[in-house]
């Protein structure tokens, strides 16, 4: 039985498509994405996490002679996605429901595995991954964009991490973990990937509107809570590691600071 998040929900998720299509920011990690990914438009990719379809719809373009599967455990979102497909066209891109951890493909024939935006909210990040690895070919390649968390420098980070983990875990459930980019390169080796290459990928802001940053509405509640937090250290550090403590009253969200994204690819060599 699968577990219900927000991305079970038709109208959320016909929301989330709506406003990713809006999101400059993410529309500009996943361009910079496909630059390293180098595609000769033959390949065989799976999604990982491929929600309404916004990252195949991006690279179909490249993939005229490939093939595209996009997996994904919500039916709410797949459905968006199909309905993409049937406006716009695909015929080699398909949809499966299914779970990162247990993949509904067969071992050692895909040449790519990407999952973008996806992969803090699996269950099981190192089980997904090992899954990933089985479906690719030797020499395949796998390649993950994530927003990462600061690393774990102190005792101070941590509980900033925590306080973080915790605002968006009211939305998302127990599962949400964004992990600093030493862990996500520490996972894919962990599930066999070898090469492994991270390209941090910073973004920050002025003033900008919460709806314009990536799950701005959290970040600015996160910031919120921060605020409130009995420790000054805890306060200062979360306006130096992320965003600026907003003021009490403001007409309209807004968000200073900064945020990273982590775009880390691996090899699946021979075994
Ligand atoms: C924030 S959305 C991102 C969707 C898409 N990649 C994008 O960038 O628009 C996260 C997606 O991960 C999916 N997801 C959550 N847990 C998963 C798992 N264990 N395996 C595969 N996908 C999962 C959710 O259903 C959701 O569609």
């Known amino acids: 039985m699968s577990r219900r998040t927000p991305f079970h929900d038709h109208n959320h998720a016909r929301d989330f ?9 993410r529309t500009a990690l996943i361009e910079e994405m ?11 990719v799976l999604d990982m996490g491929a929600g309404t379809g916004r990252v195949a719809r991006a690279l179909l373009p490249d993939l005229p002679r490939g093939v ?38 067969k071992t050692g024939t895909l040449d790519l595995v990407v999952s973008v935006f ?29 927003p990462v968390v600061r690393e774990p420098s ?22 949400f973990c964004m992990l600093p980019l030493s862990e996500l390169r520490q996972i894919l080796f962990m599930a066999g990937f070898v090469e492994i ?5 910073p ?11 990536p799950m701005g509405k959290h970040w600015y509640e996160a910031a919120q809570t921060a605020g409130a937090h009995r420790s000054a250290e805890v306060r200062a550090r979360f306006a130096q590691s992320y965003f600026q ?27």
């Open 17 to 25: 498509d709506r406003r990713m299509g809006q999101s400059n920011s």
């Open 34 to 44: 496909i630059r390293h990914l180098k595609l000769r438009g033959t390949e065989k």
């Open 68 to 105: 595209l599967v996009g997996v994904d455990p919500a039916p709410a979102m797949l459905h968006v996605a199909g309905e993409h497909k049937t406006e716009e066209g695909g015929r080699n891109f398909f949809l499966v429901c299914g779970r990162g951890e247990n993949l509904p493909l």
């Open 118 to 146: 996806s992969l803090h909210h699996f269950k099981r990040k190192g089980a997904a991954l090992k899954e990933a690895r089985r479906v690719l070919r030797t020499g395949g390649k796998i390649m993950i964009l994530d």
């Open 154 to 175: 102190d005792a101070v980070e941590t509980e900033v991490t925590q306080l973080v983990q915790n605002v968006f875990r009211r939305t998302h459930g127990p599962e």
């Open 197 to 201: 290459t991270t390209w941090p990928q």
């Open 203 to 213: 973004l920050v802001f002025y003033g900008d509107s919460a709806d314009k940053v």
């Open 245 to 271: 403590i907003p003021p009490e009253e403001e007409p309209e969200p807004t968000l200073t600071g900064s945020l990273t994204f982590g775009l880390v690819s691996g090899c699946k060599g021979g075994d």
